[in-house]
């Protein structure tokens, strides 16, 4: 009911006749990260999405375009329901934008105050959206559980962003059309064009009070996340730091010709109009790309790509590849 541990899934794919070989997804990555106590030794795989997995191989030999179950993500999409106060918004923005937060966990609750907001996080908690990372400060540090679980979270800010923002213009049709020459021609213009002039120029004076590199990060992945082309991160971990967005190539698209490590920076309009403050960090964001080139993740590679993306103010944009 809770989650399979390892051992579990081993012993499960055995007595189900799941073909090791036909699993081409980071199982640990997309479904594992699940604790429940503080005290708990191991963390567990979310069973659904598990038994989805292996029965999607059992009946089509292959893992479908879908990691996550439609029905589970129904389940999840009733989230935006329970979002009733700007106060829940800002935590599932925070949340969002640093993939975890410090907070108490309470026991028991009655249904009619789900809403308040000393429940809510504790309510994303029993529905799965957080689970226990570590005691912090006397409470508990909760984090975002895997990979699945985060995409929920980035499709919910471009929902909030389109119901806030009329003006905001999603044509998945252009989208997909950008992220294949991302991806096939290296060419990044067509989707940084894309999401600046239909998402982030759109946006009204009370999103832009949030806009920031992290809300930037988040609606890039968004994107990239749709096009199923690339399984997009950030803050990988590497040798020398951790990369803003690293795109790496779906297992449904093995011969992608290219991957890309993009670094994320965002400069207010009046700070663009001094020079040397934009050619800093230009210089700042090409230094990082170095260190993560020279990366044990990425030395010797000459398929991946590294991009150092400045934003300026919400319509304006500048890029240097390394």
Excluded at 76 to 100: C, D, F, G
Aim: proline residues 2%; hydrophobic residues 35%.
């Amino acid at each position: 009911m809770l989650g399979f541990t390892k051992e579990e899934v081993n012993t499960l794919m055995e007595e189900v006749g799941v073909d090791k070989t036909q699993i081409k997804v980071d199982m640990e990555l997309l479904y594992n990260g699940y604790l429940f106590h503080e005290d708990g030794e191991h963390r567990v795989y979310n069973s659904s999405m598990m038994l989805y997995l292996f029965e999607q191989i059992l009946n089509f030999g292959k893992h479908t375009k879908n990691i996550i179950d439609e029905n589970l993500k129904t389940d999840y999409s009733r989230l935006r329901l329970l979002v009733q106060t700007e106060q829940n918004r800002a935590k599932l923005m925070e949340i969002s934008q640093n993939n975890s937060l410090i907070s108490d966990i309470i026991p028991k609750f009655s249904i009619d105050q789900v809403h308040d907001n000393k429940n809510f996080v504790s309510l994303l908690f029993y529905m799965g959206l957080l689970t226990i990372d570590h005691p912090e400060e006397g409470q508990l540090r909760l984090k975002i559980p895997n990979y699945s679980i985060r995409t929920i979270y980035w499709e919910y800010i471009e929902g909030l962003t389109r119901d806030r923002n009329k003006e905001v213009l999603i044509d998945l049709d252009v989208q997909a059309s950008a992220i294949w020459k991302l991806a096939h021609q290296g060419d990044p213009h067509p989707y940084l064009d894309y999401v600046s002039r239909n998402i982030f120029s759109r946006l009204s004076n009370r999103d832009l009070e949030n806009f920031n590199e992290k809300y930037i990060k988040i609606m890039l992945l968004n994107g990239l996340f749709q096009s199923r082309i690339y399984m997009t991160s950030t803050e990988l971990v590497v040798s020398h730091g951790y990369t803003d967005i690293y795109m790496q190539r779906s297992h449904l698209f093995p011969d992608l010709p290219y991957e890309w490590v993009w670094e994320i920076k965002y400069i207010k309009k009046e700070e663009a109009k001094k020079e040397a403050f934009v050619k800093s960090k230009q210089e700042e964001a090409l230094a990082q790309l170095k260190k993560y080139r020279d990366s044990y993740n990425f030395a010797g590679r000459t398929d991946v790509k590294f991009l150092s993306v400045i934003f300026i103010g919400k319509d304006q944009y500048k890029i240097e590849e390394l």
